[in-house]
């Protein structure tokens, strides 16, 4: 996320869990509100860049809102992991330190995924360094013939979305623990107490 870590987030969805209501809901709330459908991009909504450029501030935060609401409605778990860049020598240590993280993961929950009969992993390839990890790890942990590897374009794939958003809420959190906040994260998100007992305390309710 910036030279200083890297975090990782594995969403989990059980797919019997079906979100379409959820999506339907959001979509429907969007239509009401006068809000345009786009793709969440937590970072280019905070800071107007891309799609989001021409939007206010008040609109931003608008959207903000509409998809908080319903991220907190989905039948999902999380699972984060940052790594300090600077505590490893190479991108190569921060590979394997993920690797690890992620083997650990899955033999502490292992029960839990042997009860599927496939795992699909969606993701886009966007890091290699992160996608190297994620299929060293799951070829280890897991069966091979159980995995099914998909890849993932947020536009299409609301989960991709929400996972967007717990990265930047976790992150977000490193910053104020650091101190290291900006003006716009405290625009959206206020001070320290009032981001970690709203909207963070919202997203761990997810936490593994």
């Not at 009860?115 to 360094?129: A, E, H, L, T, W």
């Not at 623990?177 to 900006?182: G, H, S, V």
């Not at 003006?183 to 107490?193: L, Q």
């Amino acid at each position: 996320l910036d030279s200083h870590h890297y975090l990782l987030t594995l969403v989990i969805h059980n797919q019997s869990d079906s979100i379409t209501d959820s999506i339907t809901h959001y979509e429907r709330a969007l239509a009401d509100k006068g809000l345009p459908d786009l793709a969440f991009h937590a970072s280019p909504l905070l800071y107007a860049k891309d799609e989001y450029k021409n939007l206010t501030l008040e609109t931003r935060k608008r959207l903000l809102s509409s998809f908080r609401v319903f991220f907190r409605h989905l039948p999902i778990r999380y699972w984060a992991f940052s790594v300090k860049t600077k505590e490893h020598s190479s991108s190569r240590n921060v590979e394997r330190a993920m690797r690890r993280a992620l083997i650990d993961l899955f033999f502490d929950n292992l029960d839990y995924f042997q009860q599927f009969d496939v795992v699909k992993i969606y993701y886009d390839n966007g890091q290699r360094s992160i996608a190297d990890a994620l299929h060293k790890a799951i070829d280890y942990s897991l069966s091979k013939n159980a995995v099914v590897y998909k890849p993932a374009n947020p536009t299409d794939y609301r989960l991709a979305q929400a996972a967007d958003y717990i990265c930047t809420m976790e992150f977000t959190a490193l910053k104020y623990a650091a101190r290291k906040t900006t003006p716009t994260d405290e625009k959206f998100f206020g001070s320290w107490s009032m981001f970690k007992k709203g909207i963070l305390k919202e997203v761990r309710a997810k936490r593994i």
